[in-house]
Structure formats: C-alpha cells, structure tokens
C-alpha cells in the first residue's frame, strides 16, 4: 500500500527558514515524479513544485520561485522542500503527492497524497 | 497561467439528487483534466483523470465529460459519503493550476 508521509511544518517568523521532508512507502520511489501541492487555511489548493524521477526535470510556481527548492533522494524514499525566505502567505498545508504512471508515461495529475503538515509563518 | 474556474462554488443538495459540477480553463487543455474530492482536515482523493476515465476503486456514480476548455462532474445519485469539496485540476502546461473548489452541501 502507497504511503506518504510529510514531516517538519512548525511556527516559523517572517523570513525564516524550514525544510520538509515526505517518506515514501509501498511503491518504488525512484520510478515516479514527485511534488508538493499546498493549500492555505480555508482556501482552495496551490501546486508549489516537482522533480522527476533521477532529479533532472524540476518545476517551480511562479510564487516559491529562488525561495523554495525541491529535492529527492532515492535511496532514503524521501522527498524534500527547502524553503528560506518564508512569508505569510506561505502559511499552508503542504502535502506531498505522487505523479502516476499509465503505460510508459507520466501524468500530471496526482494519484496518491500524504496527511500533509502545517506550516505557519507568523512573528 | 491557465485559469481554472469552476461553478457554482457552493451547491446544496440532497441524498440520491444528480449533481453536476462545471470546470472551464482559459484555454484548451485538451483532456488534460482531473477531479478530487477532499472532506475536511483530509487529503484530496482522485476521482477522475484524463477528464473522464475514473481512478479505480471510484464508485461509478462519479463521471467526468468534456474536453478543450469546458468540463463537468457528474454525480448521478448523491451519497451521504459524497458531500464534500471538489477540485478540477490542468496538467496541460506548467503551472499545474486548480479551480477554486465546489462545495457540495446537505440541502
């Protein structure tokens, strides 16, 4: 059975830092995309970046762009999302999700998420 | 950006109605399109890919049409387990963009 499982997300003042982590379970971690989709209190969700498989193809939204940064390592199972410069509008729920495969390819939509951890940038 | 907008934002509803729930992008994203559910303080769950194929192990009452820039969900008999949120979601092009979420109320 797929599993994800985000950790990390805390309280942390305008301008700090934070990096999550997302360990993967239950599939073979280095044959799938991977990405972060956030979504703020009440609001509706935001993808915010991903990596493909070996972590040669990476995307950013505009917003996290030269503040955030994704990463994987295979041999752990583990995703990871590097984020300095926080704001307030970064305070959300960051869940980490999975890209499926159908065939020999990859879709952009996502078939499996974690629980997802608060992250709230206030002072 | 393509723009995702979905309507209405809020339906009401009853056990056994059909719903129906609107999705249209600011541009073709051919049918490059999915649907989730997501019930409060949970993850979104897949319900539809590819605008109409339905993820396994999704009841068959959910359905999804459409192609180009206009999409809908249909629910053909509303459960008690389907009241929820519902997302559309492009993966036409990068930014992956979501529409602004349907709730689907007890009426």
């Known amino acids: 059975e797929v599993h994800l499982v985000e950790s990390g997300g805390r309280l942390v003042q305008p301008g700090g830092s934070l990096r999550l982590s997302c360990a993967a379970s239950?599939?073979?971690?280095?044959?799938?995309?991977m990405t972060w989709v956030r979504q703020a209190p009440g609001k509706g969700l935001e993808w915010v970046a991903n990596i493909k498989q070996d972590g040669s193809e990476i995307h950013y939204v505009d917003s996290v762009k030269g503040r955030f940064t994704i990463s994987r390592d295979n041999a752990k199972n583990a995703l990871y999302l590097q984020m300095n410069s926080l704001r307030a509008e970064d305070t959300a729920v960051y869940y980490c999700?999975?890209?499926?495969?159908?065939?020999?390819?990859?879709?952009?939509?996502?078939?499996?998420w974690g629980q997802g951890t608060l992250v709230t940038v206030s002072s | 950006d393509i723009q995702m907008t979905q309507s209405p934002s809020t339906l009401s509803a009853s056990v056994g109605d059909r719903v129906t729930i609107t999705c249209r992008a600011s541009q073709s994203v051919n049918n490059w399109l999915a649907w989730y559910q997501q019930k409060p303080g949970k993850a979104p769950k897949l319900l539809i890919y590819?605008?109409?194929s339905l993820e396994f192990g999704v009841p068959s009452s959910f359905s999804g049409s459409g192609s180009g820039t206009e999409f809908t969900l249909t629910i053909s008999s509303l459960q008690p387990d389907d009241f929820a949120t519902y997302y559309c979601q492009q993966y036409y092009t990068y930014p992956l963009t979501f529409g602004g979420g349907t709730k689907v109320e007890i009426k």
């Open positions: 239950g599939f073979t971690f280095s044959s799938y995309w």
């Open positions: 999700a999975r890209h499926p495969r159908y065939g020999s390819g990859t879709y952009y939509n996502f078939d499996y």
């Open positions: 590819k605008a109409s």
